[in-house]
């Protein structure tokens, strides 16, 4: 296993101490904080601290999140650019020491604004009564429409009407290896 690699499942392992530490100690001062049984200035300064900690985690997150899609980006690129270049030798999966990786293109649309001539066009192709689509019930679902441009591009059809212009977006789904395939010891 590569040292980076290494790092990473010594850090995964921190957290999941550390997120163990955390619930344990939010589970065992429920009852103070509820019942009052700290002073309104103890009460303060946990929510302060309670406050403090969602941000840093939250910033965490975000990063973590980043790092996460863009491995997926990279494997689903590069994925996509083996197979171009040898299609009878195409790859669906990939597969490391602790998970599974499945690279996918889609295609993203540039969505027309609401109410223009191109809206009613798309609207139209999708048989959505104009008078439902001016409403404010009404919004095109983004994950919607890149499975409909997906498709239609996977079965050689033109963009629908109103679409002017469409992009890859390259993703990889992550997936824990089963236990008698791993090669490593983390628990499941």
């Known amino acids: 296993m590569n040292k980076t690699i290494k790092r990473a499942q010594k850090l995964y392992e921190k957290f999941v101490d550390i997120h163990t530490d955390v619930y344990n100690y939010l589970s065992e001062t429920n009852d103070e904080v509820k019942g009052i049984k700290l002073s309104l200035g103890d009460l303060v300064d946990m929510g302060y601290l309670c406050r403090?900690?969602?941000k840093f985690m939250e910033e965490l997150r975000k990063e973590i999140k980043f790092r996460k899609e863009l491995c997926g980006k990279v494997?689903?690129?590069?994925i996509a650019k083996q197979n171009l270049n040898d299609p009878g030798k195409v790859v669906e999966r990939i597969e490391g020491e602790l998970a599974t990786g499945t690279p996918d293109v889609k295609l993203q649309a540039k969505?027309?604004?609401r109410g223009t001539e191109e809206f009613h066009k798309l609207l139209e192709f999708l048989d959505i009564p104009k008078e439902m689509a001016e409403s404010k019930c009404f919004k095109l679902s983004w994950n919607g429409m890149t499975?409909?441009?997906t498709q239609l591009a996977e079965e050689g059809k033109p963009l629908p009407p109103g679409v002017e212009k469409s992009w890859p977006i390259y993703t990889t789904t992550f997936r824990r290896r089963k236990k008698r395939n791993r090669k490593?010891?983390?628990n499941d």
């Open 52 to 54: 403090e900690i969602e």
């Open 75 to 78: 494997i689903s690129l590069a």
């Open 111 to 113: 969505l027309p604004n």
């Open 147 to 149: 499975d409909l441009v």
């Open 184 to 186: 490593d010891s983390t």
